[in-house]
């Protein structure tokens, strides 16, 4: 199963990305996650990716772009994966479009996640990760980012009929079996 989970910041991607993973046995791959520790171990990459981390901005397409088809040479994405914070502009999700062609294979689902705004606040600047973007005015770039540059993402799947919403609010058990629902019903 391939599948996409989407949303603004805040909005548990990360958290439901983890278990889907296992529940469905397939891997997690987050962009961010890669950027992370990248940064934590001082890597090439992370030294080039660091300034624009913590301010909360994007980093640029080619970049992310090149990365996420190298990560997926390897053998364990054969049987599927989750991809979390990724494809998060047009311009990403037209060359993973283009990248699945090329292998022949297609998405199973583009799962969107969908929380109120107010509570992406509430939750990112209360969830105490220690993450250096998660100050409030680097939340606030996040969040207009996301709008301008991210949200657009969602429509360009909903031409491709994969697009299911989840409500985003409840518990991680609740927002959870929502999920396991509208993957098994398909
Ligand atoms: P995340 O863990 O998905 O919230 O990502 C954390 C940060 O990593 C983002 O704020 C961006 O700076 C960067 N990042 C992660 N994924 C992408 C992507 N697909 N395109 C551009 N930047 C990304």
Do not use: C, W
């Not at 889907?20 to 992370?46: D, M, Q, V, W, Y």
């Not at 990560?71 to 311009?91: A, H, M, Q, S, W």
């Not at 929380?115 to 939340?139: A, C, F, T, W, Y």
Request: aromatic share 6%; no cysteine; charged share 35%.
């Amino acid at each position: 199963m391939r599948i996409i989970i989407f949303g603004p910041p805040g909005a548990g991607k990360g958290t439901q990305a983890n278990l889907i993973s296992e529940e469905f046995n397939i891997p997690h791959l987050s962009t961010g996650e890669i950027f992370r520790s990248a940064i934590k171990n001082e890597t090439p990459l992370g030294k080039e990716v660091k300034a624009i981390l913590d301010a909360g901005d994007l980093v640029p397409d080619e970049k992310v772009v090149g990365l996420v088809k190298e990560e997926l040479k390897d053998d364990k994405y054969n049987g599927g994966y989750i991809l979390d914070g990724f494809p998060r502009t047009v311009p990403q999700a037209k060359a993973f479009d283009d990248l699945l062609d090329e292998k022949g294979k297609t998405l199973d689902a583009f799962l969107q996640l969908e929380v109120p705004e107010q509570e992406l606040i509430d939750r990112i600047l209360s969830r105490g990760e220690g993450r250096s973007d998660d100050s409030p005015e680097k939340v606030k770039n996040r969040l207009s980012v996301y709008h301008k540059e991210t949200e657009p993402v969602l429509k360009y799947y909903k031409k491709q009929d994969v697009v299911k919403t989840i409500d985003g609010v409840g518990s991680i058990k609740e927002i959870f079996n929502r999920i396991k629902d509208t993957l098994n019903s398909k």
